[in-house]
């Protein structure tokens, strides 16, 4: 089981920044995939990028890749999306999930384990 609780959320002009966080938990000792999934009103949720706790490179979709960067503090059991020059199209609700490391990585439906969601707005 692993619990998830994302944050960091906020309003920002065009060109800024906002770093969220994503706290989670887990009662194994099991490595998982770690991402992060947003979604803006009436649209699909989409992945934006991922990691896996036992190590590796990070994977970014292409739409944020040169701005946004994920990254993972073990001793602090926390998931990091750094988002620099920020677009209005990046406005949305962010997720963290969790989930195996197994199958396709940008497939909602492949992670067992959400947070809840926070908010990120842009504003032209």
């Known amino acids: 089981q692993v619990q998830l609780v994302a944050s960091g959320g906020g309003s920002v002009q065009a060109g800024g920044s906002l770093r969220l966080s994503c706290e989670y938990t887990?009662?194994?000792?099991?490595?998982?995939?770690i991402v992060w999934f947003r979604q803006a009103p009436g649209k699909e949720r989409q992945w934006v990028a991922a990691?896996?706790?036992?190590?590796?490179?990070?994977y970014y979709h292409d739409y944020v890749k040169g701005r946004f960067t994920i990254s993972l503090d073990n001793t602090k059991n926390t998931l990091y999306l750094q988002m620099n020059s920020l677009k209005p199209a990046d406005t949305a609700a962010y997720y963290c999930?969790?989930?195996?490391?197994?199958?396709?990585?940008?497939?909602?439906?492949?992670?067992?384990?959400w947070g809840q969601g926070t908010q990120v707005t842009v504003s032209s």
């Open positions: 999930a969790a989930g195996e490391q197994a199958g396709s990585a940008d497939v909602p439906t492949n992670y067992d384990y």
């Open positions: 887990s009662n194994t000792a099991n490595k998982f995939r």
């Open positions: 990691l896996y706790t036992g190590g590796g490179s990070p």
